[in-house]
């Protein structure tokens, strides 16, 4: 049985940075990329950030790049987000996934809800300006 659990959420003020973690467990964790969306009330999921199997890539959306960093131990069987400079338009609930596939992904592929098929139950973020 696959889980995911995150962690790390809470609530910080614009500029503030926080460290988000997702322990994956149920299959080889090395063998797949991993990703992290989010959602705001009333949006929908959106690609946040994805790292393939061997970390030789990762991939961010616009509105995070030079901010949020995607990284992985796969020893531990975790990934991380780490999301410096928070802006209000950051809240949201912030999920992990795991890839259905083997194999590395392109930002065509890893940016896609449907290329991932474990997810686990979210972390809130919130940003107060």
């Known amino acids: 049985q696959v889980q995911m659990v995150e962690s790390g959420g809470g609530v910080v003020q614009a500029g503030g940075s926080l460290r988000l973690t997702c322990a994956a467990s149920?299959?080889?964790?090395?063998?797949?990329?991993m990703g992290w969306f989010r959602q705001a009330p009333g949006k929908e999921r959106e690609f946040v950030a994805a790292?393939?199997?061997?970390?030789?890539?990762?991939y961010y959306a616009n509105s995070v790049k030079g901010r949020f960093t995607i990284s992985r131990d796969n020893a531990k069987n975790t990934v991380y987000l780490q999301m410096n400079n928070l802006k209000p338009d950051d809240t949201a609930v912030y999920y992990c996934?795991?890839?259905?596939?083997?194999?590395?992904?392109?930002?065509?592929?890893?940016?896609?809800?449907?290329?991932?098929?474990?997810w686990g139950q979210g972390t809130q973020v919130t940003v107060s300006s």
């Open positions: 149920g299959r080889t964790f090395s063998n797949y990329a």
């Open positions: 996934a795991q890839r259905s596939r083997v194999a590395s992904g392109t930002y065509y592929h890893l940016a896609s809800i449907y290329d991932y098929d474990y």
């Open positions: 790292i393939n199997w061997n970390t030789d890539s990762t």
